[in-house]
């Protein structure tokens, strides 16, 4: 997802002076890129080949200046990776002839009992993080950075999804249900941040990062989704760990800088 995943606040931003415009695709305000962002464009398969245990296929796409409205062109690479220890490692890299914002992510959403089994309130999701960043009535950051203690967005110890979704909490219920980005412990360091376990399969999900944020929606917009095999896929009936910047952040000083200069590297993994 990009070029700016998540949120930005009535579609606009400035930088060095200049205010550029956004699409406005969720209300007021820009998400995802806008309506054309990256999901929905070509990339070129650059190459692809295998090293030991490890299948590789890099795909290349060029953003061009004010596409989508977002300054400057940038050079886009993503490496996906499988390895035989049943992991698959996603390597962003990209760099900006110009001043812009950059913030990329994964989507993919997961319900590790299977497609066709129903909601995941049941899977058990483990979170490593002190604090989120709660959001107004359109899901847009107050700029405050909360702490999950004595609240339903706790996940430090290991928590069903379901437990608490429903509770009367403020944040929580803006969003529907979790719709939100925490605050990683990372630091910026390249660890587990979470862990998410399937109830009746048994099967456990790891996720490793240096993004400063994870955003997990429990698809509580998602309503009459066909999918494989004429599965109608619902409400919650999937999870999305979206490892990233922390949404509108080119608008909060007390946020992680989403900013590439001109020539700077932006790396994630």
Same mark, same amino acid.
């Given at each position: 997802?990009?070029?700016?995943?998540?949120?930005?606040?009535?579609?606009?931003?400035?930088?060095?002076?200049?205010t550029y415009?956004?699409?406005? #695709?969720? @209300?007021?305000?820009s998400?995802h890129?806008?309506?054309?962002?990256?999901?929905r464009? &070509?990339f $070129? +398969?650059?190459t692809? =080949?295998?090293?030991?245990d *490890?299948?590789?296929?890099?795909f @290349? =796409?060029k953003?061009?200046?004010?596409?989508?409205g977002?300054?400057?062109?940038?050079?886009?690479?993503?490496? /996906?990776?499988?390895? #035989?220890?049943n992991?698959?490692?996603l390597? /962003? +890299?990209?760099?900006t002839? $110009?001043?812009?914002? &950059?913030?990329?992510?994964?989507?993919?959403?997961? #319900?590790?009992?299977?497609?066709?089994?129903?909601?995941?309130?049941?899977? +058990?999701l483990?979170?490593?993080?002190d604090?989120?960043?709660p959001?107004?009535?359109?899901?847009?950051?107050?700029?405050?950075?909360l702490p999950?203690e004595? +609240?339903?967005?706790?996940?430090?110890?290991?928590? @069903?999804?379901?437990?608490r979704?429903?509770?009367?909490?403020?944040?929580?219920?803006?969003?529907?249900? =979790?719709?939100? #980005?925490?605050v990683?412990?990372? $630091? !910026?360091?390249?660890?587990?941040?979470?862990?998410?376990?399937?109830?009746?399969?048994?099967?456990?999900?790891e *996720? =490793? *990062?240096?993004?400063?944020?994870?955003?997990?929606?429990?698809?509580?917009?998602?309503?009459?989704?066909? !999918? $494989?095999? !004429? &599965?109608v896929?619902?409400?919650?009936?999937?999870?999305?760990?979206e490892?990233?910047c922390?949404?509108?952040?080119?608008?909060?000083?007390?946020?992680?800088?989403?900013?590439?200069?001109?020539g700077e590297?932006y790396?994630?993994?």
């Amino acid at each position: 997802v990009g070029r700016f995943a998540n949120r930005i606040r009535n579609a606009e931003f400035s930088l060095n002076g200049q205010t550029y415009h956004l699409e406005k #695709n969720n @209300k007021e305000h820009s998400i995802h890129g806008g309506t054309n962002g990256f999901n929905r464009q &070509v990339f $070129k +398969t650059d190459t692809f =080949y295998t090293v030991k245990d *490890t299948a590789i296929v890099v795909f @290349k =796409y060029k953003s061009t200046h004010l596409e989508g409205g977002f300054p400057g062109n940038i050079e886009l690479s993503i490496a /996906y990776k499988l390895t #035989n220890h049943n992991e698959i490692v996603l390597e /962003y +890299t990209a760099t900006t002839d $110009k001043p812009t914002v &950059v913030n990329f992510t994964n989507h993919s959403y997961f #319900n590790l009992d299977g497609h066709n089994s129903g909601s995941v309130l049941q899977h +058990t999701l483990t979170l490593e993080a002190d604090y989120f960043t709660p959001g107004d009535a359109q899901s847009i950051p107050t700029g405050e950075i909360l702490p999950v203690e004595n +609240t339903p967005m706790d996940f430090r110890e290991g928590r @069903k999804i379901g437990e608490r979704i429903e509770e009367e909490y403020e944040p929580l219920r803006f969003g529907n249900g =979790y719709d939100h #980005n925490w605050v990683l412990k990372n $630091k !910026g360091n390249f660890e587990k941040v979470a862990e998410l376990m399937a109830e009746e399969s048994g099967i456990v999900m790891e *996720t =490793y *990062t240096d993004r400063p944020g994870m955003q997990i929606y429990t698809a509580n917009f998602v309503e009459n989704e066909v !999918g $494989k095999e !004429g &599965v109608v896929y619902g409400k919650r009936s999937a999870v999305c760990l979206e490892t990233q910047c922390y949404p509108d952040a080119v608008h909060h000083e007390n946020f992680p800088s989403p900013v590439y200069r001109a020539g700077e590297k932006y790396t994630a993994h």
